[in-house]
């Protein structure tokens, strides 16, 4: 009996032990260790925790290519907490939100009033709550960021670069201290974003202006001040898709990456997964591309380190009744799970072919009161242009991005930068 039980407990001992190294295993796999290098010797032990396009980078499948020498450096992932304000109106606020199914085959969201509209999406229409908790994430009151950088490459490493000046507000449902929180009028916008070239000489004083509006089913209104005309002038709708002033943004990628009409989209909810992001990155204030391996324009290590990020992944396309003409044929999209921006995108043009890799690196954004926060608009952004072999860089210049009373004086001017009456004092 005495051995019967002895190898019953060295069965149990074993059996424990087992266990133990496969949830150890099992832990493994489920994140990359901080300091871990990925390289292009090593790189397909971590493809799981990759978004396609950058493993298609990784494989050289088009003329965009990760680099011989190319290092991704995993440093600890960092969680900053969202803003109190913010998570007392989603507490406050989330069980009342509703979503309206429209005859069309659109949807309305009704009753938000501020915060995450959905902190825990899931079907139906899992996919939509998540664009719409991206939508309505969390950003300053007032975001700044003056000179900030941008350059387009071409297939031969020709550089074209601007340098512009820009000021970003949210005028409804904001939840910093001192703004008001009052349901908006139908009509009253949202987000304002505003942006005036600086650089080159030709192209000085050329500004835009986007208003995106707390009715979501209302299309954004663009404007455009012309120097030579020494006046605005409203873009037409059908303009939305049209690259702008020579880089691989169109105006449905503004905001940091996304910027079109909710209530025509259907979205698909795909998976959620642990996903490497450039997260926090602290550009080297340096001319690009010094600090880069280029051509590809990735950041190198010695500035700019790598997260392993909670993301949700959708299949965003237009609705059938409005797909006709519309450029994109769908973006498949990883969103973070904690501040719900989108860190990567492979977008297909309207015959489902790749068209563009889009990755936005979300910078830290010091906000009077709040803290560091991943606010939209405070970011590095890069565009891999699969059809054209052409490429677009941006960043926002770390030194000079203030939020809300951090910015100087002059920006807090609402009717200046958020109207289109405000784009007439320029050049006066």
């Known amino acids: 009996m005495k051995r019967v039980a002895w190898l019953a407990a060295i069965c149990v001992f074993w059996g424990t032990s087992v266990a133990l190294a496969a949830d150890q295993s099992a832990s493994a796999k489920d994140t990359i260790a901080p300091g ?36 991704i450096e995993i440093a600890p992932t960092e969680l900053h907490p969202l803003p109190k304000n913010y998570l007392e109106a989603t507490e406050k606020y989330s ?26 999406p899931q079907e139906p229409h899992r996919g939509w709550k998540v664009l719409e908790d991206l939508w309505l994430r969390y950003s300053p009151n007032l975001l700044v960021d003056r000179h900030e950088p941008g350059c387009a ?50 192209q000085k004083y050329t500004t835009f202006l986007v208003i995106s509006y707390a009715d979501q089913s209302r299309p954004d209104d663009t404007y455009v001040f012309l120097p030579s005309l020494r006046r605005y002038q409203r873009v037409s709708s059908a303009a939305r898709c049209a690259e702008n002033s020579g880089m691989d943004f169109t105006y449905e990628d503004f905001h940091s ?3 079109s009409n909710l209530t025509e989209l259907q979205a698909d909810y795909l998976t959620h997964k642990k996903m490497i992001a450039l997260t926090d990155p602290v550009p080297t ?17 010695s500035w700019a380190k790598w997260q392993v990020r909670d993301v949700d992944v959708i299949d965003v396309r237009k609705i059938p009744s409005k797909a006709q003409g519309y450029c994109y044929g769908k973006r498949i999209m990883y ?12 977008i297909y043009d309207s015959k489902m072919q790749p068209w563009k890799f889009y990755e936005v690196a979300p910078q830290k954004i010091d906000v009077p009161g709040i803290g560091p926060q991943n606010g939209a608009e405070g970011d590095l952004e890069t565009v891999w242009n699969l059809k054209d072999n052409h490429a677009t860089w941006g960043a926002e210049n770390p030194e000079t991005l203030q939020a809300n009373e951090n910015a100087p004086k002059e920006y807090q001017d609402l009717e200046r930068y958020t109207t289109p009456a405000g784009l007439n004092l320029i050049m006066r």
């Open 285 to 301: 204030g340096k001319p690009f591309p010094e600090g880069y391996f280029m051509p590809l324009a990735w950041p190198m290590p």
């Open 36 to 71: 871990t290098a990925i390289t292009m010797e090593n790189w397909q032990q971590y493809k799981d925790f990759m978004p396609e396009g950058m493993v298609a980078l990784f494989e050289g499948k088009y003329f965009w290519k990760m680099p011989p020498d190319i290092r």
């Open 257 to 259: 990456g996304f910027d």
């Open 153 to 202: 490459i071409d297939s031969s490493g020709n550089l074209s670069c601007q340098i512009f000046d820009a000021v970003n507000r949210q005028l409804a449902y904001n939840t910093d201290k001192g703004v008001p929180t009052a349901l908006p009028a139908p009509d009253a916008p949202f987000l304002t974003e505003w942006f005036m070239m600086l650089e080159p000489e030709n």
């Open 335 to 346: 969103i973070d799970s904690h501040f719900h921006a989108p860190l990567w995108q492979e």
């Open 95 to 120: 069980g009342q939100v509703k979503i309206s199914e429209q005859p069309d085959g659109s949807l309305r969201l009704l009753n938000y009033m501020g915060g995450v509209p959905f902190p825990d």
